[in-house]
């Protein structure tokens, strides 16, 4: 979706907007990826291959998509998310798969359950739906949107009605649209899809397998915990996981209060054959190394 600075640690409710905005300041963040050279990651030992591993393009904004592609195939994986048609030539470039597309969406607060948005979002997602079925992917994201006073269960029927109008062009197209869950307490306040409960009602009522959720542990260990009871429960809807460390949306190690081995064995045992993309804010000094640690952990 977008990019954060790239100082160290950021406040509480700091966002992929808020790193955008930051990111397009410019020179600071072209300038700064000489001290992130294309080849600063060593080669990695080989991985267990038991997970599909990704890292979200907006954590990154000290490397240029061309140098993030090496880094990622350095570490062992070849992966991104988050990534906007402009930049699929240069992943196709280097052989990196994008994991989770974007580009079709109004913003994290204009989505589905908002029926004013429905003309645009459909006219959007449709043109967007084409291009990344052309590109020979697979992973459409998607959002919600806010309440805006509304009662969720208003705001479900109305998110159903609006995908219902793209949802047999994904399925003819081989796309699946991914909404993400996010946290309302901390990070996007008023977010309408902040549950899982929510989101895998809104799943049932569609009852397509071309649609189903961003399982964010980091989001939904802020509203509700019980990560891995809720994996079990509900895995056959989760269609992509994040992972970030609570609080502060850094690193997962241990510094933070989940236990990421246990969490990616229990995905690992459900047969899951998407992809865990990593999308916590590097705060250490070497984000490369932050990122190897994350992938060593969760390579279960």
Known sequence: MSIHSNGPAQAPGFTRRDALRMALTGSAVLGAAAIFPAHA?????????????????????????????????DLGFSAIDLVGPEDWPTLKAHG?????????EIS?????????????????????IDLVADAGYRNLICFSGNRNGRDPLQGMADAEAGLKRILGHAEKRGVVLVMELLNSKVDHSD????????????CQRLGSAHF?????????????????ATIGRHHAYFKHYHTAGVPGRHEIGDQQELHYPAICRAIRDTGFDGYLAQEFMPAAPDPVGSLREAIRLCDV
């Open 41 to 73: 990651a060593p080669a990695a030992a080989p991985l267990k291959g038991n997970l599909k591993h990704s890292v979200a393009r907006w954590t990154f904004p000290q490397q240029s998509v061309a140098q993030l592609c090496q880094t990622v195939k």
């Open 96 to 104: 990196v798969y994008c994991s989770m597309c974007n580009g079709a």
């Open 108 to 128: 994290l607060e204009k989505g589905f359950a908002d029926r004013q948005f429905h003309d645009e979002l459909v006219a959007r997602y449709t043109r967007q």
């Open 191 to 202: 977010y309408l899809c902040d549950h899982s409960a929510w989101g895998v009602a809104l």
């Open 212 to 228: 189903g959720l961003l399982y964010d542990i980091y989001h939904m260990q802020i509203m509700e915990g019980d990560i891995i």
